[in-house]
Nanobody, 119 residues
Framework: QVQVVESGGGLVQSGGSLSLSCAAS????????MDWYRQAPGKQRELVAG???????VYADSVKGRFTISSDNAKNTVYLQMNSLKPEDTAVYYC?????????????WGQGTQVTVSS
């Protein structure tokens, strides 16, 4: 089975920066897409940023110019650099990977990491 482990997150003041990382391990033939989602209390989970293999990154309008998604394919790792953080960025952030391998499914999720931005 694939293991997806997130790290980073925490508490930061408004205007500050945080970096998240997400590493996959196990039998992986290819990673077709890497995404970061977030879910704030009482709200639906929303896409923050994503990379589809061979294509440009996409971002939610609310984070454009502040967040940057990147990946290290050799390490099966995706990163999210978050700058100029705002209180409304407070949420649990989840990594999602679309992975091809000897599995019945392609979707794998991290455990989630809390990001809290104080005003």
């Amino acid at each position: 089975q694939v293991q997806v482990v997130e790290s980073g997150g925490g508490l930061v003041q408004s205007g500050g920066s945080l970096s998240l990382s997400c590493a996959a391990s196990g039998i992986i033939f290819s990673i077709n897409a890497m995404d970061w989602y977030r879910q704030a209390p009482g709200k639906q989970r929303e896409l923050v940023a994503g990379i589809i293999s061979g294509e440009s990154a996409v971002y939610a309008d609310s984070v454009k110019g502040r967040f940057t998604i990147s990946s290290d394919n050799a390490k099966n790792t995706v990163y999210l650099q978050m700058n100029s953080l705002k209180p409304e960025d407070t949420a649990v952030y989840y990594c999602h990977l679309d992975i091809s391998g000897p599995y019945a499914k392609n979707d794998f999720w991290g455990q989630g990491t809390q990001v809290t931005v104080s005003s």
